[in-house]
Nanobody, 121 residues
Framework: QVQLVESGGGLVQPGGSLRLSCATSGRVFAIYAMGWYRQAPGKERELVARITSGGNTNYADSVKGRFTISRDNAKNTVYLQMNSLKPEDTAVYYC???????????????WGQGTQVTVSS
């Protein structure tokens, strides 16, 4: 089975930085895009950032200029560098991958279990 494992979450003060990592394990033929979503208490899950295998990126307006997504295609691993963190960034962050498990199968979305990011003084 394909498994996504997030790491790097934690507690930071406003203005601080964190780097999230998401590694794909299991047999995977190809991952075409990976991204990060987050869900804060009382809010819907929202897209934070996404990157394709070709390097195209998109970001939520609220994080542009502060967060940077990157990907190691060979390792099927995605990173999210979060700088200038604000209390409103507090949420559970989920890793997403869109790809194909084996050649010939249709593409699918895969999700991690989430990692908590708390920004507070």
């Amino acid at each position: 089975q394909v498994q996504l494992v997030e790491s790097g979450g934690g507690l930071v003060q406003p203005g601080g930085s964190l780097r999230l990592s998401c590694a794909t394990s299991g047999r995977v033929f190809a991952i075409y895009a990976m991204g990060w979503y987050r869900q804060a208490p009382g809010k819907e899950r929202e897209l934070v950032a996404r990157i394709t295998s070709g390097g195209n990126t998109n970001y939520a307006d609220s994080v542009k200029g502060r967060f940077t997504i990157s990907r190691d295609n060979a390792k099927n691993t995605v990173y999210l560098q979060m700088n200038s963190l604000k209390p409103e960034d507090t949420a559970v962050y989920y890793c997403n991958a869109y790809g194909r498990r084996v050649v010939g199968e249709k593409t699918s979305d895969y999700w991690g279990q989430g990692t908590q990011v708390t920004v507070s003084s």
